[in-house]
């Protein structure tokens, strides 16, 4: 019989347990109903073009969740778009979802594979055309019409292996295959 103290061995790779995210994997994959989560985020607007938003609690493994703190995030614009500039405005926190969502990815899903990383960094470039935010030209893009992604690796595989384990990122698939989001107001 196998030593209890031997069974439970946490096994790193990238700082990433994978015994515990193996287990995870499993669960999943013995019930999918375990897969289905909600993340959820209120904002609360300060004024001018700042406000805040808190995240605290969410759905996952089939259970009601909270963080162990609540998390705050601020935004506002640059003094360009009359804002005060004490914050990073909405399209860099999309920026760094991206870079976020595509390194926990990559890393993650490396680590289960066996790829050892030494080093990742990322430089995010997006473009956005004011004419269309601004709604001077109404037939240009409100948004993003193109985002670059670079990725500084050194670790043991290739380039396009851990270009393949970037789309595995979960923001990254939202931003290129979209998502339906639904807007309603309630007058008070």
Request: aromatic content about 8%; glycine content about 8%.
């Amino acid at each position: 019989m196998e030593n209890t103290a031997t069974q439970n061995i946490e096994h790193f790779v990238n700082g990433i347990d994978v015994s515990i995210l193996g287990e995870t994997v499993q669960a999943v994959k013995d019930d999918a109903s375990l897969g289905e989560c909600q993340f959820r985020a209120k904002n609360t607007w300060i004024g001018g073009s700042k406000n805040m938003t808190s995240v605290q609690d969410y759905y996952g493994a089939g259970q009601e969740m909270e963080h162990k703190q609540t998390f705050v995030f601020q935004a506002d614009e640059p003094p360009v778009l009359a804002g005060f500039d004490d914050a990073a405005n909405p399209v860099e926190y999309l920026l760094h979802a991206l870079a976020a969502c595509v390194t926990t990815s990559m890393v993650a899903h490396a680590a289960v594979r066996g790829i050892e990383i030494d080093e990742m960094s990322s430089t995010l470039e997006g473009d956005i055309n004011l004419n269309g935010f601004l709604g001077i030209d109404p037939s240009l893009q409100k948004g993003f019409s193109e985002i670059r992604v670079k990725f500084e690796v050194k670790g043991n595989a290739d380039a396009e292996q851990f270009k393949q384990l970037a789309e595995f990122s979960p923001v990254y698939k939202t931003i290129t295959e979209g998502a339906n989001v639904v807007i309603s107001v309630d007058k008070t």
